[in-house]
T-cell receptor
Framework: DAGVIQSPRHEVTEMGQEVTLRCKLI?????LFWYRQTMMRGLELLIY????????DSGMPEDRFSAKMPNASFSTLKIQPSEPRDSAVYFC???????????FGQGTRLTVV | KQEVTQIPAALSVPEGENLVLNCSFT??????LQWFRQDPGKGLTSLLL?????REQTSGRLNASLDKSSGRSTLYIAASQPGDSATYLC?????????FGTGTSLTVIP
């Protein structure tokens, strides 16, 4: 398996534009996590899915952020409209179940100008 | 909310030394604790996962221990090498997410 695959690796966009980040889980994994990493706040959980169902989205900053799992192997994180303070590295991670080893993708570095 | 602390924030050692990285967490009700490595501009690489029922895990030159009652975990790296230079993160999980520490930046000097 190629591991967790994220795209794009880098995204530069203007304030107000819509941004969509993509994540392909490891085959057979049932849990998906979206994290955001910044120098100031470190790694923060945004949302967690189990078996395609959002379990905890309390970390989603505000209504501008939304995440979906249209199928068991794919997820998107959308920001609309984007703001400069959204600039960060966004990681998705998957695990076999909710309490097993988590594997991270390489991240998407988002810059909103 | 679980708070995870890693000390020191940065560590520099000469090649060949054995070293210990520390991780402490405030809530002992965890299912597991995972150690990761992050290289600059890269994602997180899983190193070791310790289940709450375990006291330690070993992989090669790495050994991680877990003491739930005291809220502590350590990552021991034997015979350090320049290639070990990276940021090491620990993450405690109550079962539905991982709470991360801010990491220890390790530099191994040749």
């Amino acid at each position: 398996d190629a591991g967790v695959i994220q795209s794009p690796r880098h995204e530069v966009t203007e304030m107000g534009q819509e941004v969509t980040l993509r994540c392909k889980l490891i085959s057979g994994h049932n849990s998906l996590f979206w994290y955001r990493q910044t120098m100031m706040r470190g790694l923060e959980l945004l949302i967690y899915f189990n078996n395609n169902v959002p379990i905890d989205d309390s970390g989603m900053p505000e209504d501008r952020f939304s995440a979906k799992m249209p199928n068991a192997s794919f997820s998107t994180l959308k920001i609309q409209p984007s703001e400069p303070r959204d600039s960060a590295v966004y990681f998705c991670a998957s695990s076999l179940t909710w309490n097993t080893e988590a594997f991270f993708g390489q991240g998407t570095r988002l810059t909103v100008v | 909310k679980q708070e995870v602390t890693q000390i020191p924030a940065a560590l520099s050692v000469p090649e060949g030394e054995n070293l210990v990285l520390n991780c402490s967490f405030t809530d002992s009700a965890i299912y597991n604790l995972q150690w990761f490595r992050q290289d600059p501009g890269k994602g997180l690489t899983s190193l070791l996962l310790i289940q709450s029922s375990q006291r330690e895990q070993t992989s090669g030159r790495l050994n991680a221990s877990l003491d739930k009652s005291s809220g502590r975990s350590t990552l021991y790296i034997a015979a350090s090498q320049p290639g070990d230079s990276a940021t090491y993160l620990c993450a405690a999980s109550p079962g539905n997410q991982f709470y991360f520490g801010t990491g220890t930046s390790l530099t191994v000097i040749p």
